[in-house]
């Protein structure tokens, strides 16, 4: 397997890992700069030339995967019988620097209803690394060639056409998924509230809508939904950056995607 599929593999299986790569080499190394090897917390792939210099890596890398915030570092090899090694001698007589570079698992968030502010607020995320599920009930709004402005995306782009039960989703979404809901239909709102509620592993749930809106849903998920006050507060409406006022569906679209970086980087403090 290639370094390159081991990683698409990691972001597939939403695992960390630690890309390691061999940064230079002075002298005799086991291998020469670039070679690659990739750590996940209970296997590897590919290999930047064994002995200590690979050992070390390996548990320095699995060391960041379970740092809350881990940061690339360069670490520094001299490969001669002089050095005490915690794995061994290698005395090849080069000295050698392994870049570490932690792969962690990207966010995801899921936008049920792509209209109009739905498609703007795509097209803006899209460009972050996460991977972002789009799920509507209308086939329509989910054509290709509708969808065709987001195919250089940088994100992992998932298209869901749930006709019927678009809540049936949520369950499927990776845990710690940001719901945003903004649907066609204000009862598939309603639906899509009350099934997020239910659906313990998922990150913030934001609502579109007025107060009035706000206040229907709230009264009915306290009472006919059975949530208390602390549930239903997991809900966030309105979503955007409240002195962002325009009503345009790009302006609606940029406040929103604002708001929800700035609850990423309150995750990662």
């Known amino acids: ?15 960390a890992g630690v890309l390691v790569t061999v940064a230079t080499v002075r002298g ?3 291998r020469n700069a670039g070679a690659k090897l990739v750590v996940g917390r209970t296997g590897t ?3 930047i030339g064994g002995g200590n210099v690979e050992a070390v890596a390996i548990d320095r890398a699995r060391e960041l995967i379970d740092a809350p915030s881990p940061e690339p570092e360069l670490i520094d090899f001299a490969l001669n019988d002089k050095v005490t090694n915690r794995h061994g001698v290698q005395c090849c007589g080069g000295t050698v620097s392994v870049l570490l570079e932690p792969l962690p698992v990207v966010r995801a968030v899921a936008i049920f209803g792509v209209g109009h502010v739905g498609m703007e607020l795509a097209r803006i995320l899209a460009r972050q690394d996460l991977d972002l599920h789009l799920i509507d009930s209308r086939s329509d709004v989910l054509a290709e060639d509708r969808l065709a402005v987001l195919a250089d995306a940088v994100a992992a782009v998932r298209v869901h056409h749930t006709p019927l039960l678009p809540e049936e989703v949520l369950e499927h979404l990776p845990r710690g998924t940001h719901v945003l ?4 239909d204000h009862a598939e709102d309603a639906a899509l509230c009350d099934a997020a509620l239910r659906t313990p592993h998922l990150g913030s749930i934001g609502l579109i809508g007025s107060a009035a809106k706000w206040s229907r849903f709230r009264t009915r998920l306290l009472t006919e939904g059975g949530h208390d006050e602390t549930a239903v507060a997991r809900i966030k409406t309105p979503i955007g ?3 962002i006022t325009g009503k345009e569906p790009a302006t609606i679209a940029v406040s929103v995607a604002a708001d929800l970086l700035r609850t ?4 990662g403090d």
């Open 1 to 15: 397997m290639t370094w390159v599929t081991a990683v698409a593999r990691l972001r597939a299986r939403r695992e």
């Open 28 to 30: 005799h190394a086991p």
């Open 45 to 47: 792939w590919g290999s």
């Open 181 to 184: 809901i903004m649907t066609h």
């Open 241 to 243: 950056l409240t002195d």
């Open 264 to 267: 990423f980087e309150t995750e």
